[in-house]
């Protein structure tokens, strides 16, 4: 059985994010691949999460990460997620929008190069969520109905 993979044709695991989806270019979602989704998947999830915030903006924000993007019930049947294309029910990012937020580390903090982590979770339920919703909400929903994830991490160095 092959593994449960998200990837971008745009950047590979460990690699630099092209500037379009950052707040130096277009801030618009990076193409997604998704394949060999586990069986039995009822709904799809995705977060999207900088880990690497510095600990001035963690205690100013009050958060440990910073989420970029999170969807649920993206369909199962979904293999590909398109440039600038939210799918399934948005969440409320750390800037207070709702949908994707590229990566925009800040150039006054180390380290300058953040990482951004894309998560897709295989569900066998779907999330009963309204648009805007928190980011703990969805993690409650989904305890206990994970099948399977699979991750990409991205680099990303503001642009001075």
């Not at 009822?42 to 993007?69: N, R, Y």
């Not at 049947?77 to 990566?103: F, H, K, R, W």
Request: with cysteine; aromatic share 8%; hydrophobic share 30%.
């Amino acid at each position: 059985m092959e593994s449960f993979t998200i990837t971008s044709p745009e950047f590979a695991e460990g690699q630099r994010i092209p500037l379009v989806y950052t707040c130096d270019g277009d801030n618009i979602n990076p193409p997604l691949n998704i394949d060999n989704t586990p069986r039995g998947t009822i709904s799809l999830a995705l977060i999207v999460e900088d880990p690497d915030i510095p600990t001035a903006v963690k205690e100013k924000m009050g958060i440990e990460v910073f989420d970029h993007w999170f969807a649920c019930n993206i369909p199962p049947s979904t293999s590909e997620i398109p440039v600038d294309t939210p799918l399934g029910t948005q969440g409320a990012n750390s800037y207070g929008g709702v949908g994707y937020t590229g990566p925009c580390p800040p150039a006054e903090h180390e380290p300058t190069e953040h990482r951004y982590i894309f998560t897709i979770y295989a569900l066998d339920t779907t999330i009963d969520l309204d648009e805007g919703y928190a980011k703990e909400a969805l993690r409650a929903e989904m305890a206990g109905h994970i099948l399977e994830t699979a991750s990409l991490t991205g680099l990303y160095e503001k642009q001075r």
